[in-house]
């Protein structure tokens, strides 16, 4: 079955900067692929998703790139701000696939 | 907005316990998801369902039932609960395959 693994999985950056947190992906079927936000005391929420017939997506300070040869995916903050600051998971998933598999998650800090 | 809402935000119960937690959603999808959410193991699927009494096991399902006789609701149910089922429980809905996954806040639930 599917097998993702994320990375790092604590971040810290300045205000300001950069962050990037990346994922790889076991299964060559897979081509949906989300990255949730998980804020203290919530559930996750989706943020980005990108889907295998594209390379890249960007949604304000938010982008994700994804490379099928290799069998990974990124999730890039720029910019960043204090409400960046929670835990990040990413998932993949198949053709119409009704499960998702996550990732180990990542726990972002930004200091100010 | 789509809503997804869990019974208890706390839990605490002994060993051996039977427990259910509830889930609810308001916007007629099809799909529902129970994850159990560790540290450093991500979101782990323990079961989910695509229509009323369908079921499928997820990865973790060892210890786990779950119902669903109405489209809005899937119960988690731990027949004989045990200390290692101490965890936070997130429960997801979704409209259809591939479709993007919403997801309640979470039960956090500490078996004694």
């Known amino acids: 079955g599917e097998n993702v693994e994320q990375h790092p999985s604590t971040l810290s950056v300045q205000e300001g900067d950069s962050a990037v947190i990346k994922c790889t992906y076991s299964d060559s079927a897979s081509n949906y692929f989300p990255w949730y936000k998980q804020e203290l005391g919530k559930g996750p929420q989706l943020i980005i998703d990108?889907?295998?017939?594209?390379g890249e997506k960007k949604d304000q300070r938010i982008a994700v790139t994804l490379n099928k040869t290799a069998k990974h995916f990124s999730l890039h903050i720029t910019e960043t701000q204090p409400e960046d600051s929670a835990v990040y998971f990413c998932?993949?998933?198949?053709?119409?696939?009704?499960?998702?598999?996550f990732g180990q998650g990542t726990r972002l800090t930004i200091n100010p | 907005d789509v809503k997804v809402t869990q019974s208890s935000r706390y839990l605490v119960k002994r060993t051996g316990e039977k427990v259910f937690l509830e889930c609810v959603q308001d916007?007629?999808?099809?799909?529902m998801f129970w994850y159990r959410q560790d540290p450093g193991l991500g979101l782990r699927l323990i079961y989910f369902?695509?229509?009323?009494?369908?079921?499928e096991k997820g990865d973790i399902p060892e210890g786990y039932s779950v119902s669903r006789e109405k489209k809005e609701r899937f119960s988690l149910i731990l027949e004989s609960a045990s200390t290692n089922q101490t965890s936070m429980y997130l429960c997801?809905?979704?409209?259809?395959?591939?479709?993007?996954?919403?997801f309640g806040p979470g039960t956090r639930l500490l078996v004694l």
């Open positions: 990108i889907r295998s017939n594209v």
């Open positions: 916007m007629d999808h099809e799909n």
């Open positions: 998932a993949a998933g198949g053709q119409g696939a009704q499960k998702l598999v």
């Open positions: 997801a809905s979704s409209l259809g395959r591939g479709q993007t996954q919403y």
């Open positions: 369902s695509y229509d009323v009494k369908m079921k």
